[in-house]
């Protein structure tokens, strides 16, 4: 119906828009006016209000993230995207799923206009069959089915092509645009239409009308009557038409469009020709980078290539509109490719007339590689005298240390929840716990690079080692605790890896400094660059995906965080855990003095830890006994809120609050109790609701003990001790990168040996594999060999 309204007029379209605007209930509670009828958009026959975007054209957006701002969008298509590859008619999946995104954005309160390819494709499709069809049926049955198969079709006319499928084209955006509610408008241009004023004018105000309107402009060259293009025809400061790419460009500056989204088949721009073996994708491009670029061959469609692509991007840039050149043919990007952009994600090349100052994030990747690379080949001792000079630095500065926190404690008051700022705050004593953590660490770190876990005789003179190496580029990805930096950086250094590290902005004063003194410390053996802070302003789902620099994820944040670093890193293994649901079960035999203290060092001592106690478990036996009135009252003391599980609440005539979930994570001073019957009952309760971090028992006896231990399926489980042990530090690992719940390479809170992995070393006198066949002339052996002792001192 709504694509009848459409062809019957637009006035007609606005009156029937009101009426039915009128009539809803939201009319009725706020009268709709005629000027107000633009924004309102219709989703799935849904109505709702926009907000419309705002932005005064002029500059060019200087980096991504402002992308999201673009109200005016021109997506150029290519024919490499709209037509199947063999390039006789239309991927037709794969423009649903554009006209999808189109229509998405153009409800969100976007204007948006289409550049499109593929008249040629449609109209070759149709004029192939209609020549098949007039091939006579009389001939064709004389000649046989298979000579018919292997019947020749005349070259096709370009021309002829387009004028047969431009209508058809069209008639297939119309349709596909009215499942969204969206009306879609056809208009032809050539380059003479640029460049008389008055026909400048019309298509101008056209266009203007159409926007207005809501409705979609679906533009392209009139390739049935558009001449031959003429090689350098540029005038002087103006792009002519040529192709779709230097139409887009043109529209784009005409209109003074915010975002040109240019769709090849190809994921961006590259320093080198797509498929080469050193081709690197190009995030981001500035005029003047066309030297370091080496253009291949243009596209198996359509008119140009991507230095035709980069030449009208640039002229629309200059015009003071964005530019993205990203892929749209790729089936698992394609269907949102258009939307990420548009919220700044990292897809495809951006072209920004603004440099950053510092290095890009990808330059950082390969200098952490590289000053990872010479950090592992330095003697130990002098890794080991890097961190100690780091832990001296910490104490020497630490007033300067002091007084950046102190800003970045004012800058977040009133913005960040209480734990957070608990852990966002340093003191004198931080930094002292931490200098004496490094030079711990610094001890360790002796033997830990190169160290021979395996040798194995394998024949004569055939020697084979397994020996520790590092890992190669961490990312650490850290919110809200500066005191992270230094920690991890040691370890890093520690274990010879190069390091990123992408911290919240709430510290961003601290961490700046620390990364300084931990630049100055790494100096003294010339390796500054292994460690690497990310200050550009990268999502962290863009730093994900940068499989070919980083090896190793490590998130230190609230579970939101690394469950969202988990998704996003599809080609990068993740080391951590998204919740700290820590249990301690009091046995029925649990010691009343223990019980209550090992409770408030678990809960109270630091709640916002990822190691403080979130359930308590008490034995039925226990209830309304001194016990349980000893930590009821030691709770109600240190002022923690008590959420009652299911069966705890069933025997209170006046429960507390029940909780709404047992598997929560409060990082606040509040507190789970439940009740359970036995030791296995607790187990039980812990393996369905616990994140297998930390759990405790509190008991006398020794077999229940032991068979909790045995049992409990967490990467750390006590007896008799408080849920805050878990933790690097007090284990004696000197820090730690984070504690870890997955069950492969680290577990529990990760140290310096979570950082290494292995290399197999073999060394021979020109042995080859023939030599062990059946009638060679040796025999494997496979002997073990003894492994030099390692200094533990």
């Known amino acids: 119906m709504l694509s009848q309204v459409c062809r019957s007029g637009f006035q007609p379209f606005n009156q029937r828009l009101l ?53 005016r969008i021109v997506v150029k298509l290519g024919s490499a995207v709209v037509t199947r590859g063999d390039e006789c008619g239309l991927a037709l999946g794969r423009l649903a799923s554009i006209v999808e995104q189109v229509s998405v954005l153009q409800n969100q309160g976007r204007e948006m206009m289409l550049v ?21 049926v009389r001939q064709a049955l004389h000649s046989g089915q298979n000579q018919l198969k292997e019947m020749a079709i005349p070259v096709l006319e370009a021309r002829a092509c387009a004028a047969a499928g431009q209508s058809g084209l069209m008639a297939l955006y119309e349709a596909m645009f009215t499942q969204y509610s969206i009306c879609a408008a056809q208009i032809l241009v050539t380059n003479l239409d640029f460049h008389d004023e008055q026909k400048r004018r019309n298509l101008n105000g056209t266009l203007h009308e159409l926007l207005r309107m809501n409705i979609v402009p679906i533009v392209n060259t009139n390739d049935a009557v558009v001449p031959p293009a003429e090689p350098n025809s540029d005038l002087q400061g103006v792009i002519s038409v040529k192709d779709n790419d230097s139409l887009a460009a043109r529209l784009a500056v005409e209109m003074k469009t915010d975002l040109l989204i240019v769709l090849s088949d190809v994921e961006g721009l590259f320093d080198s020709p797509p498929g080469s073996d050193d081709a690197k994708l190009i995030d981001t491009f500035y005029p003047g980078d066309q030297q370091s670029v080496t253009f291949g061959t243009k596209s198996r469609v359509g008119m140009g290539g991507m230095e035709a692509k980069v030449k009208a991007a640039l002229w629309a840039l200059q015009g003071g509109t964005s530019v993205v050149i990203a892929n749209g043919t790729h089936p698992k990007v394609s269907g949102h490719v258009i939307t990420d ?145 230094p920690q991890v950086a040691a370890l890093a250094i520690a274990s010879g890896n190069g390091l990123l590290l992408k911290g919240g902005k709430e510290a961003a004063h601290s961490n700046r400094i620390l990364h300084v003194l931990t630049q100055e410390a790494l100096s003294i053996h010339g390796v500054k660059e292994a460690v690497q802070l990310v200050n550009t302003r990268e999502e962290v789902e863009d730093l994900c995906r940068l499989d070919k620099m980083i090896d190793l994820i490590i998130p230190r944040g609230s579970s939101q965080l690394v469950r969202d670093i988990q998704k996003a890193a599809k080609g990068i293994p993740v080391m951590g855990h998204s919740e700290g649901i820590c249990h301690m079960y009091v046995d029925s035999e649990a010691s009343v003095d223990k019980a209550s203290r090992l409770v408030r060092d678990s809960k109270c001592e630091y709640p916002a830890a990822c190691n403080a106690l979130e359930t308590l478990l008490i034995h039925r036996d226990l209830l309304r006994t001194p016990l349980f009135d000893q930590i009821i009252d030691m709770l109600r003391v240190e002022q923690v809120k008590i959420h009652a599980g299911p069966k705890f609440a069933s025997y209170l005539t006046f429960s507390p609050s029940e909780v709404k979930s047992l598997r929560t994570e409060y990082g606040d001073l509040e507190l789970c109790i439940e009740v359970v019957d036995s030791v296995q009952e607790a187990i039980d309760h812990i393996h369905k609701y616990g994140s297998s971090h930390t759990e405790v028992i509190v008991t006398e006896n020794e077999k229940t003990a032991e068979f909790f231990l045995q049992h409990v399926d967490s990467a750390c489980v006590f007896w008799n001790a408080s849920t805050r042990f878990s933790d690097g530090y007090r284990f004696g690992l000197g820090a730690e990168v984070g504690i870890s719940t997955s069950r492969i390479h680290a577990r529990g809170p990760v140290g310096l040996e979570g950082l290494l992995t292995t290399k197999w070393l073999l060394r021979g006198e020109d042995h080859v594999v023939s030599d062990f066949s059946e009638h060679g002339t040796l025999k494997y052996l496979h002997e073990n060999l003894p492994v030099p002792q390692r200094n533990t001192n």
């Open 116 to 136: 499109t390819s593929g008249a040629v494709a449609f109209g070759k499709q149709r004029l192939r069959h209609e020549i098949l069809l007039s091939q006579s």
């Open 341 to 485: 952009i548009v919220e700044g994600k990292k897809v495809g090349t951006f072209f920004s007339e603004v440099k950053p100052a510092g290095p890009t994030v990808e330059q950082q990747g390969e200098m952490a590689r590289s000053g990872g690379r010479m950090l592992a080949t330095l003697e130990p001792e002098q890794r080991s005298e890097i961190i100690h000079h780091l832990a001296d630095l910490l104490t020497d500065h630490r007033d300067e240390i002091l007084s950046a926190n102190k800003k970045d404690l004012e800058e977040a008051e009133g913005r960040l929840a209480p734990p957070l700022l608990k852990r966002l705050s340093l003191s004198t004593s931080k930094l002292n716990s931490l200098a004496i953590g490094l030079r711990q660490i610094a001890a360790s770190s002796q033997d830990s690079v190169g160290r021979v876990l395996r040798r194995i005789r394998v024949a004569k003179n055939l020697e084979l080692e397994q020996v520790t190496v590092p890992i190669g580029v961490l990312l650490v990805i850290f919110e809200s605790r500066p005191d992270c930096l």
């Open 19 to 71: 009426l039915w605007a009128q009539s809803t209930a939201l009319s009725r509670s706020h009268p709709v006016q005629p000027s107000t009828i633009r924004n309102i958009r219709s989703w799935s026959n849904i109505p709702f209000i926009t907000v419309p975007l705002s932005r005064a054209h002029g500059k060019s957006f200087a980096h991504r993230s402002e992308l999201k701002h673009a109200k």
